[in-house]
């Protein structure tokens, strides 16, 4: 009797056990992001996480590894004072991949927060990456504020 019963308990143990384990696994978050958005991001957040992490004299000798990034037609309309990617003077301390928006299949334009980190406080701007597929490679094409 006693065998009888331990092998109920093991067979609903193990019953348990999957039953959870399918529960779980079918209770995913979806992605509510395009696919486009999804992959131009990635690009984006790689890029800003290079080029803030390097020095200018760096980036000049790293020119493959811009080139992996930005489009051949990328062109700025800003200043030659202002850095083309954070549209500002100084470097900011850090920065945050935000809302991305597809145009369409091979155009997407995502926010980049850039973040300064000041004595008594934090200051934030953003600026917008547009972004065009080329083949199966994304690339930042223009960067602008608004």
Avoid at 118 to 124: E, G, N, R, S
Wanted: aromatic share 10%; proline share 3%; net charge negative.
């Amino acid at each position: 009797m006693m065998n009888g019963q331990r092998k109920m308990q093991n067979l609903l143990f193990v019953l348990g056990i999957a039953h959870c384990t399918f529960c779980i696994s079918s209770c995913s978050i979806p992605s509510l992001e395009s696919r486009e958005c999804a992959e131009a991001r990635n690009t984006v957040k790689e890029f800003y996480s290079w080029y803030l992490g390097t020095d200018a004299k760096t980036r000049e000798r790293q020119r493959v590894t811009y080139d992996r990034f930005i489009a051949p037609s990328f062109g700025t309309t800003t200043s030659d004072d202002l850095d083309p990617f954070f549209l500002s003077l100084t470097p900011p301390t850090t920065f945050k991949i935000g809302k991305c928006e597809t145009k369409n299949e091979s155009n997407t334009e995502i926010q980049v927060q850039l973040y300064w980190r000041l004595a008594d406080k934090t200051q934030q701007e953003e600026v917008f990456a547009e972004t065009i597929k080329t083949g199966d490679t994304w690339l930042i094409d223009k960067v602008e504020s608004r």
